[in-house]
């Protein structure tokens, strides 16, 4: 089954602790990104990635991390959680950049 | 911002009617998409729409674009309770295909 899977789903945790957030894809997809949804913003991309070691900022990416070292997979990393970054995350892939398939989300919680 | 902005921020409709849903952006663009996302669960992609395109049909959904006004709609026919979702309208904007710009959504609520 094509998907994107995104772990954990859910989080709690504390200020200043650095965390990963993992993203992998089954389909072969050359894109892939990161959003965030919050209330009231909608969705806004943190990080995308084009292909294999080629990523690039987004609208929203102070204070995360990415690396893209394989094709399927595209890691988000919080490396000094603050409590802005409390959101739902998203993690997103598509071919050529077109539809995208979104992964389950997490729901991130810092304290 | 190029975020598209879509309207009514809610809707409420009664099984089997249709809703429309509006979506309005402000930069030049590839393509315009619609999405659906159950409450608090992922985005499902709905629809593409090219900017070289004016309407666009699949099953109950017929999505249209004016690039003149900077708008779309989408029109769900003869809704069903399983409707009920929040509709974001996405853009590409002209500088590439990667990064959408979601606007922040329709809640629409059917009611059986």
């Known amino acids: 089954e094509a998907q994107v899977t995104q772990n954990p789903r859910y989080l709690i945790t504390v200020t200043g602790k650095k965390l990963t957030v993992t993203c992998s894809q089954n389909?072969?997809?050359?894109?892939m990104s990161w959003y965030r949804q919050d209330p009231g913003l909608g969705l806004r991309q943190i990080y995308y990635?084009?292909?294999?070691?080629?990523?690039d900022k987004g609208d929203v990416p102070e204070g995360y991390k990415v690396s893209r070292k394989e094709k399927r997979n595209f890691p988000l990393i919080l490396e000094s959680p603050s409590p802005n970054q409390t959101s739902l995350y998203f993690c997103?892939?598509?071919?050529?950049?077109?539809?995208?398939?979104f992964g389950p989300g997490t729901r991130l919680t810092v304290l | 911002s190029q975020q598209g902005e879509e309207d009514p921020q809610a809707l409420s409709i009664q099984e089997g009617e249709n809703a429309t849903m509006n979506c309005s952006y402000k930069?030049?663009?590839?393509?315009l998409q619609w999405y659906r996302q159950n409450s608090g669960r992922g985005l499902v992609h709905l629809i593409l729409?090219?900017?070289?395109?004016r309407e666009k049909h699949s099953g109950r959904l017929r999505v249209t674009l004016d690039t003149s006004k900077k708008s779309s709609s989408l029109l769900i026919t003869a809704s069903r309770a399983a409707d009920t979702a929040s509709y974001f309208c996405?853009?590409?904007?002209?500088?590439?295909?990667?990064?959408?710009?979601f606007g922040t959504g329709t809640r629409l609520t059917v009611i059986p």
């Open positions: 997103a892939s598509s071919f050529r950049g077109d539809e995208k398939y």
């Open positions: 996405a853009t590409d904007g002209s500088t590439g295909a990667n990064n959408l710009f």
């Open positions: 990635s084009m292909n294999v070691e080629v990523t």
């Open positions: 930069t030049s663009i590839n393509n």
């Open positions: 729409i090219r900017s070289n395109e």
């Open positions: 389909m072969n997809h050359e894109y």
